[in-house]
């Protein structure tokens, strides 16, 4: 007879099991994979359901995010990531109990927050029914053809930067506004997953202003997962990407309170869900960024 499934933390010896899960979820390659368990992974990262003595369920929980408003003390964050559940084990519930228990361990052990950025609208709507999120960051999103971009050289000058660099920009950028601060370790694997697709962190400059970027390159299109730079042009700031990372299509991803001027799509990009007793303040342009995809 089968054993009931169990709920609990990722242990030594789970690393294949975990492996395959991510695999026939994601389709990632092997090496991407192997990447995130050499350079990232440590033991109990993740919340599992075990059924007959392997792990057939899995959800990581990503440390190191404080939740950042003006005026306000920081409160610790954390990030749930990469849920995913054997085929032949969905529609079961597992993946609704995994995610129940991750966010339980986080609040056990200190969190006020756990985020979540769902991949898709059918995901938004299975989070709101399983975790009940009450508060979301958003975004600005641009989303444009290679033939949109200005002609001629540049106006924003871009340089590679390391995570650490990075990290210093993007805090000095974002300081009096709501966002989500990143620790160094978050900022590492997010440069990982850049460098891996052949893409990168950047510091930009316009007009004496610095801005910063992160860069995904997938095929003929260009992601910059994240641009930040107050006073300057999306179209530019791509164009000047572009000449590094050429591409036919563009999706640029900043925050709303800044190219208010640029247009671009605002929507919901993250999602919260508070330890109880705790409630994240209100704010309509409280930004996140990274989703480290």
Not at 11 to 28: C, T, Y
Not at 101 to 108: D, V
Not at 110 to 131: I, K
Request: aromatic letters at 12%.
């Amino acid at each position: 007879m089968s054993a009931a499934p169990r709920l609990r933390p990722s242990q030594p010896g789970d690393e294949e099991a975990l492996k395959r899960i991510w695999k026939l979820s994601f389709n990632d390659e092997d090496s991407f994979i192997n990447m995130f368990f050499r350079d990232f992974y440590i033991q109990g990262m993740a919340t599992v359901v075990e059924f007959d003595s392997f792990p057939v369920s899995s959800v990581y929980t990503l440390e190191g995010a404080r939740v950042s408003f003006p005026g306000e003390p920081e409160l610790n964050c954390a990030y749930v990531y990469s849920l995913g559940t054997l085929p032949e084990y969905r529609n079961r519930g597992y993946g609704a109990k995994v995610v129940r228990e991750c966010a339980r361990r986080a609040f056990s052990t200190g969190s006020d927050f756990v985020c979540v950025l769902p991949a898709s609208d059918s995901l938004y709507r299975w989070y709101e029914d399983t975790l009940r999120p009450h508060a979301c960051f958003r975004i600005r999103e641009h989303r444009f053809r290679l033939r949109e971009l200005p002609a001629g050289p540049p106006l924003v000058q871009a340089e590679v930067i390391d995570s650490a660099e990075y990290g210093i920009l993007r805090e000095k950028l974002l300081a009096s506004r709501p966002h989500v601060h990143f620790g160094n370790k978050l900022l590492m694997w997010q440069e990982a997953i850049c460098k891996y697709f052949g893409g990168g962190l950047y510091r930009l400059r316009h007009e004496g202003v610095e801005g910063c970027a992160t860069v995904v390159p997938e095929g003929d299109s260009l992601t910059i997962c994240e641009l930040l730079l107050p006073l300057g042009s999306v179209l530019q700031a791509a164009a000047a990407l572009s000449s590094l990372h050429p591409a036919g299509s563009f999706i640029v991803r900043s925050p709303v309170f800044w190219g208010t001027d640029q247009g671009g799509n605002i929507r919901e990009h993250v999602v919260a869900v508070s330890s109880p007793g705790r409630q994240l303040p209100v704010s309509k342009d409280a930004y996140w960024g990274l989703a480290f995809d």
